[in-house]
């Protein structure tokens, strides 16, 4: 499979997760259709309808093949996500989609915290990529499984903080809701929470 290819393949499967439109007012985002919000599109210009504003009317106008496009040029080439381990991008893409640069701060922070030196800003510069690789080159799964480790922490942070987003770490019924289950995606089976260990986690909720 050649690089385009499988970036491309991951946009796909990021637009498959993000699911259709939504406009749900407890989301910061907005206006929401295949992970592309309503911010996103006035930031890019993408007038859909033609009526000269961009408006929650034009994020329903959105295309799946619009939405794979936009991750592809301004969520993964832009971002210098590309020139990351491999092994990584799938999921430091996935997470930028979902927090922008958070993600990257999500990646520098759990660097720092392996010994390497760099600055948190959300950039990917030389900096980053250079420990990044030297991080990925010492044990692959590891970096991998940690990151994916770092998104669910910072998930469960955020819903710490923020009353109206827990319900995006839980479903109605108590359970792992989509960010949690998202974040675990991307990390290997054995690291999984277990649903004990999850109510444990979020028993402080109500």
Same mark, same amino acid.
């Given at each position: 499979?050649?690089?385009?290819?499988?970036?491309?393949?991951?946009?796909?499967?990021?637009?498959?997760?993000?699911?259709?439109?939504?406009?749900?007012?407890?989301?910061?985002?907005?206006?929401?259709?295949?992970?592309?919000?309503?911010?996103?599109?006035?930031?890019?210009?993408?007038?859909?309808?033609? !009526?000269?504003?961009?408006?929650?009317? &034009?994020? /329903?106008?959105? *295309? +799946?093949?619009? %939405?794979?496009?936009?991750?592809?040029?301004?969520?993964?080439?832009?971002?210098?996500?590309?020139?990351?381990?491999?092994?990584?991008?799938?999921?430091?893409?996935?997470?930028?989609?979902?927090?922008?640069?958070?993600?990257?701060?999500?990646?520098?922070?759990?660097?720092?915290?392996?010994?390497?030196?760099?600055?948190?800003?959300?950039?990917?510069?030389?900096?980053?990529?250079?420990?990044?690789?030297?991080?990925?080159?010492?044990?692959?799964?590891?970096?991998?499984?940690?990151?994916?480790?770092?998104?669910? !922490?910072?998930?469960?942070?955020?819903? &710490?903080? /923020?009353?109206? *987003? +827990?319900?995006? %770490?839980?479903?109605?019924?108590?359970?792992?809701?989509?960010?949690?289950?998202?974040?675990?995606?991307?990390?290997?089976?054995?690291?999984?929470?277990?649903?004990?260990?999850?109510?444990?986690?979020?028993?402080?909720?109500?």
């Amino acid at each position: 499979m050649t690089a385009s290819i499988r970036v491309r393949q991951i946009a796909e499967d990021i637009v498959a997760r993000e699911g259709g439109y939504v406009n749900d007012p407890d989301d910061p985002g907005g206006a929401t259709k295949y992970g592309v919000t309503v911010h996103t599109m006035r930031r890019l210009g993408l007038d859909l309808d033609g !009526n000269g504003a961009v408006d929650a009317s &034009d994020v /329903r106008h959105l *295309s +799946r093949a619009q %939405a794979v496009e936009i991750f592809m040029q301004h969520y993964f080439l832009r971002p210098r996500i590309a020139e990351l381990p491999e092994g990584l991008q799938a999921s430091v893409f996935d997470m930028y989609v979902n927090a922008g640069s958070n993600a990257v701060k999500i990646l520098q922070q759990l660097l720092v915290d392996m010994g390497e030196t760099l600055d948190v800003d959300g950039a990917i510069g030389p900096l980053t990529i250079a420990a990044t690789a030297r991080a990925f080159a010492r044990n692959p799964a590891l970096t991998i499984d940690a990151y994916g480790i770092a998104r669910r !922490n910072y998930y469960f942070r955020l819903a &710490d903080q /923020r009353p109206a *987003s +827990r319900k995006y %770490a839980r479903t109605r019924a108590g359970g792992k809701g989509g960010w949690i289950k998202r974040a675990e995606e991307f990390i290997s089976p054995r690291f999984h929470m277990t649903e004990a260990q999850f109510r444990a986690r979020v028993s402080a909720w109500g």
